[in-house]
């Protein structure tokens, strides 16, 4: 989610966490 990502620019552990959510979201497909 990009939005999300740029919004959250400001927070590192934020967007890690997203990024990390995302990954484990395209391994399970």
Request: charged content about 30%; aromatic content about 4%; proline content about 0%.
């Amino acid at each position: 989610d990009m939005i999300r990502l740029s919004v959250g620019i400001e927070d590192a552990e934020d967007i890690l966490w997203d990024i990390d959510q995302a990954l484990q979201q395209a391994v399970a497909r």
